[in-house]
């Protein structure tokens, strides 16, 4: 098997797990904080969208990402540029609340679907490449603010691409897995 074949499959694994999660949340589910120091379900949802547009467009590529399209635009804070790190609890729980559960969940669409585009273009000889994250970071200010270079160092050197493409599958699937359960605890609670 292929090394993008691999990534293919496992991207449709995170993309199968975020609707199988997120797709029938109700408004106030999207909302509850169901424990302590955990990020509002709505907020983590867009956090893996807009995780996986970035590694793919600003680290790999090196192209405006997806977000900033003309289609997602009027869409309130899903247009929020940066992946949430640094934002404080009442600044993430605050976009949360914006967020609609159809706009997150077509725009997870779309990244994925570009995301398995540009992967159907490359070899596996391109995922050993090292693009030039640190120039390609400039475009996105938010992307080299303190809390970012403490959350992700190794950005700032010149990663091969799939270290670059490594977020948007073990981080995100970290998400889904906590969200899977928090969703789970708050519906037991409720029962």
Not at 64 to 75: A, K, L, T
Not at 108 to 114: I, L, M, P, R
Not at 121 to 145: C, F, H
Not at 147 to 158: D, I, L, N, S
Request: proline residues 6%.
């Amino acid at each position: 098997m292929r090394a993008t074949d691999l990534l293919t499959r496992q991207y449709a694994s995170v993309n199968q797990i975020l609707h199988d999660v997120g797709g029938d949340l109700t408004p106030a589910e999207l909302t509850t904080r169901v424990l302590p120091r955990t990020n509002l379900l709505a907020f983590d949802l867009w956090h893996v969208a807009r995780a996986q547009d970035w590694a793919l467009q600003t680290l790999v590529r090196g192209v405006p990402e997806m977000i900033d399209e003309p289609r997602w635009q009027g869409r309130g804070r899903l247009v929020t540029h940066g992946i949430g790190v640094g934002m404080s609890e009442a600044e993430s729980d605050e976009l949360a609340r914006t967020l609609a559960l159809a706009d997150i969940l077509e725009y997870a669409d779309a990244v994925h679907q570009n995301l398995l585009a540009w992967l159907s273009t490359i070899t596996d000889d391109d995922l050993s490449r090292e693009p030039d994250v640190p120039a390609q970071l400039q475009r996105y200010p938010v992307y080299l603010e303190p809390a970012m270079r403490e959350e992700a160092p190794w950005m700032f050197q010149r990663p091969q691409v799939w270290r670059c493409l490594a977020p948007a599958l073990g981080h995100a699937r970290d998400h889904l897995a906590e969200m899977d359960m928090l969703k789970r605890q708050l519906r037991a609670r409720m029962a």
